[in-house]
């Protein structure tokens, strides 16, 4: 998981060792991005303070190497840095001559770029031996053009270091196929890729959260095995954060503070074994991913369901013979948990916008209540008189 900027409100309060350990503990994740903010936003970042913002990165610096996961150390500018590139030389040097003989830590030279590749290359000669003055071992990762999209352009001039890798950023609600095949050519000419940054929602941090897309680019990444982090571990009002406003670190295995986002990143990341064997902590579910047919909701609370929703009013018998006749493996719904319950009001208004009755698939037979299609879970908490309709899932 990626932190939000270091100096950037609210990025401050998260680079602590609380939030480490919560990242590892609760979201099963073996990696911390430690994005130390440069410049920009008025008088704050390195250039200006650079005491701070340093002192800021070697607390999650020492609590990655503490609680035994990753810790990406990221020179955290979208543009063009090569104004500081004398203050990213010292900074690097600093930071591998103190870290350098711990496994755990990996250098990101330059968040996201936007001059051209030529450019890059010559602020990375400077930096790369810099480190490698130190650390000759250990992962750097370099930026690419167009905040980390033309990752085709390093693949045809990479740079002769060893333990290279190259960053790419994704946003599902942004960036589509088109970004995958360019992926796809890079990786063909065996340019070793890291994506130090992807969002569920858009690339301005906001948007709508694309569960589709981002199952296909997770599908993707995983089938050229290509290590993720996830933007952010925040509570910004936004799309891409894992958190809802006004949550603090100590807060980050509660359920009840975790966005949209937050819930599918949790999810996919206690899918997978990721080696950090943290312990029995909270999971947002435990269901699989699957893809949905056209025209249905994928949800996010339990993304192993798709909903669809009808408008023409039914009884009970007759929503069932509906269900069965949209799709041959659908039923009327089951709701696992409470934030399931939240998404299929929400969304039942957002399509429906005006309705009375919401049929699910629960019944009850000699005084026990029981789901239509099997579901073991025991979820009860209705509230008499809520505005419901006809719901199905798949």
């Known amino acids: 998981m990626s932190l939000f900027m270091s100096a950037v409100d609210p ?3 998260w680079y602590n060792a609380v939030t480490v350990k919560g990242i590892r503990d609760y979201w099963n994740s073996n990696i911390v991005r430690a994005c130390m903010w440069i410049t920009g936003y ?3 970042g390195y250039i200006v303070n650079p005491e701070l913002e340093y002192e ?5 610096v020492d609590a990655a190497i503490e609680y035994g996961i990753y810790v990406l150390v990221d020179w955290h500018i979208s543009g063009d840095t090569t104004n500081y590139t004398q203050q990213a030389v010292q900074f690097f040097t600093n930071i591998s001559q103190t870290y350098g003989s711990y496994p755990h830590i990996i250098y990101e030279i330059w968040n996201e770029p936007t001059v051209a590749w030529s450019v890059v290359k010559t602020y990375a000669n400077q930096v790369i031996p810099a480190i490698r003055a130190n650390d000759p071992n250990n992962v750097i990762v370099v930026g690419t053009p167009v905040w980390d999209q033309a990752v085709d352009q390093a693949a045809d001039d990479p740079l002769n270091y060893s333990n290279l890798a190259y960053t790419m950023h994704y946003y599902a609600d942004t960036y589509k196929q088109q970004n995958r095949d360019t992926a796809v050519y890079a990786i063909n000419k065996g340019l070793p890729l890291f994506v130090t940054e992807y969002g569920a929602g858009g690339a301005s941090g906001d948007g709508h959260v694309d569960v589709d897309e981002e199952i296909l680019w997770w599908n993707f990444v995983d089938e050229y095995k290509i290590s993720i982090v996830n933007w ?7 799309a891409d954060s894992a958190l809802i406003p006004n949550t603090d670190p100590s807060q980050i295995g509660d359920p009840s503070r975790w966005s949209t986002s937050g819930k599918l990143i949790n999810q996919k990341y206690w899918s997978t074994d990721q080696g ?5 902590y909270t999971k947002a579910t435990n269901s699989s991913i699957v893809q949905c047919p056209s025209g249905w909701y994928h949800a996010v609370a339990n993304t192993n369901k798709c909903y669809k929703f009808v408008t023409n009013a039914q009884t009970l018998a007759g929503a069932q013979v509906q269900c069965k006749n949209l799709n041959s493996g659908s039923t009327l719904l089951s709701i696992d948990h409470s934030f399931e319950n939240l998404e299929v009001n929400e969304e039942a208004a957002i399509e429906i916008k005006s309705f009375n009755k919401l049929y699910i698939g629960l019944v009850r037979s000699n005084g026990i209540w029981n789901w239509l299609n099997g579901d073991s879970q025991t979820y009860r908490n209705w509230d008499g008189g809520k505005k419901i309709h006809l719901s199905f899932n798949f």
């Open 276 to 280: 950090v064997n943290p312990g029995n």
């Open 56 to 60: 800021r990165v070697k607390t999650v």
């Open 232 to 238: 952010d571990m925040g509570d910004k009002a936004e």
């Open 42 to 44: 008025g008088n704050i």
């Open 11 to 13: 990025g401050p309060k």
